[in-house]
């Protein structure tokens, strides 16, 4: 069973966040929000990124000292709300910074210039599961488990159709049985300690999703989670070697090619394409930086075309 919440460690940057992606292609429209809790240093985090129709973003980031956590998770206006039947209810109202080029959001603190519009969005989600919770680690090698612990000791994932309503200034979309997906991790999270970090989710339809995890240190080491969802059933990811990975700059990610080995020893190819990209940046007290690069891409699995879904990587900037 998956806790809600988990007693915190002793570092003082121990995290818990929640995490929620989504996809309308019918209204053309990509959605994540990610809340993070610290409550070593009585701290809360919240983003939401929604890549608009006509390829800009709206954005929004919040801190706050922690008003709510454990008892419920929200951040300055960003709700996540599990409900008794194991479903999901992901609530927003508040204003978003609209940028025309998704990859300038992180840029407009320090150049107002950049931003377009400043409009009123509100949403009402609902999320409807349609497969149990996988939990990464409790099919990695020892090894595997402890190079993960760079990005948290436990993730959950679980797959969903999704319904509700996102309004976005006069405009609004009505969400009707989308596909999206949750993750839940705990633990200490180390942004500039990873070489080149991989998670993506890739939806097919209801039946064939795939949620490849990678980190892979400098010396070559790599952890590798995720798994195979089809038919019901979610089959682990146990190995992935990178066939090609291209970038622009060293950190914002263009294409990839995967192959993927699953428990059962079958190999998997996975190709991937971004669209809008938005770097968010991570600086340590050493002044290393890393660029989390969020977006959506357009996928081929084994041939078979249409994927769509999260493409997300993070690099330490050189």
């Keep these: 069973m998956e806790p809600l919440t988990h007693t915190p460690g002793l570092h003082i940057e121990w995290n818990e966040s929640y995490y929620l992606c989504f996809s309308d292609r019918r209204n053309k429209l990509n959605g994540m929000t990610r809340l993070g809790f610290k409550p070593n240093k009585e701290e809360g985090t919240a983003f939401l990124l929604i890549f608009l129709p006509d390829g800009s973003l709206a954005g929004f980031q919040a801190t706050e000292k922690i008003k709510s956590y454990p008892e419920r998770l929200e951040v300055a206006g960003m709700k996540h709300e599990k409900q008794p039947d194991g479903s999901w209810r992901y609530r927003f109202q508040g204003r978003m910074t609209v940028v025309k080029d998704p990859e300038n959001f992180p840029k407009v603190r320090e150049k107002p210039s950049l931003i ?23 099919n990695m090698t020892p090894e595997s488990r402890e190079i993960g612990k760079k990005s948290g000791d436990e993730h959950w994932e679980q797959i969903a159709k999704i319904m509700g309503k996102i309004m ?6 009505l969400v009707q049985d ?20 991989i998670y993506y989710v890739v939806w097919f339809n209801e039946h064939l999703a795939i949620n490849p ?29 990178i066939l090609d990975q291209q970038f622009k700059n060293g950190v914002i990610p263009i294409s990839s090619i995967l192959e993927l080995t699953d428990i059962k020893g079958a190999k998997h190819i996975l190709k991937g394409k971004t669209q809008h990209v938005v770097p968010l940046p991570f600086q340590d007290g050493h002044g290393k930086i890393s660029i989390l690069a969020q977006s959506f891409g357009d996928f081929e699995l084994d041939g078979k075309k249409g994927g769509y879904g999260t493409y997300e990587t993070l690099r330490v900037a050189h």
């Design 213 to 241: 995890a990678a980190i892979i240190l400098d010396d070559g080491r790599i952890s590798v989670g995720g798994f195979l969802y089809k038919d019901g059933i979610n089959t682990p990811l146990i190995g992935l070697k």
């Design 168 to 173: 976005i200034g006069e405009h609004t979309f």
């Design 178 to 197: 989308i596909i999206g997906e949750r993750d839940h991790t705990h633990g200490v999270r180390d942004w500039t300690g990873i070489g080149n970090w």
């Design 116 to 138: 377009s519009d400043i409009t009123n969005v509100i949403i009402n989600l609902e999320f409807q599961p349609v497969h149990s919770t996988y939990e990464y680690s409790r």
